[in-house]
């Protein structure tokens, strides 16, 4: 059994039933973050060009915007049901990083800047998912239940 393997079985034996609420909790923010961002494309575009670092056209840059609202949306989706949660865990997690360290930091590290403390609390969160997994309310249990019948 490998490390990934071990963290995952770990996961599964000690995952507390309250946790499944958080984990709801999470899939509807992000679902509603890529709603929003999929809503402001414009704005989105604006950030990401004016953030242009990395010298993407506006064709690339566009391709991110909506690259991540659909990896939000379906990802979110995915983490509240509880449908194949790490994979969409870590799908998330680059998003995430991205947005904690590219996005701002164009708007400076403050105190204030609430969307750094939501972006910073929902990656800890995926990475508690990350290590134990759906729960024992989840599609992925569902799953699991029906195929040891």
């Known amino acids: 059994m490998n490390m990934v393997q071990k963290v995952e079985h770990w996961g599964d034996l000690h995952h507390a039933k309250w946790l499944d609420v958080i ?27 004016s953030a242009n670092k990395f010298g993407f056209s506006g064709l690339a840059s566009m391709a991110i915007v909506h690259t991540v609202a659909l990896a939000h949306i379906v990802g979110g989706l995915m983490i509240a049901f509880g449908l194949l ?8 997690m680059p998003i995430l990083l991205g947005a904690i360290f590219f996005v701002n930091l164009t708007r400076n590290f403050t105190f204030f800047n609430s969307e750094l403390w939501l972006s910073i609390i929902v990656f800890m969160l995926l990475v508690l998912f990350w290590i134990v997994g759906s729960g024992p309310y989840s599609v992925d249990n569902m799953i699991k239940l029906d195929r040891q019948r």
């Open 85 to 92: 949660t790490r994979l969409a865990v870590v799908i998330q």
């Open 23 to 49: 984990r709801v909790i999470l899939g509807l923010i992000i679902l509603v973050k890529g709603i929003e961002f999929a809503s402001e494309v414009g704005s989105q575009h604006d950030l990401i060009s």
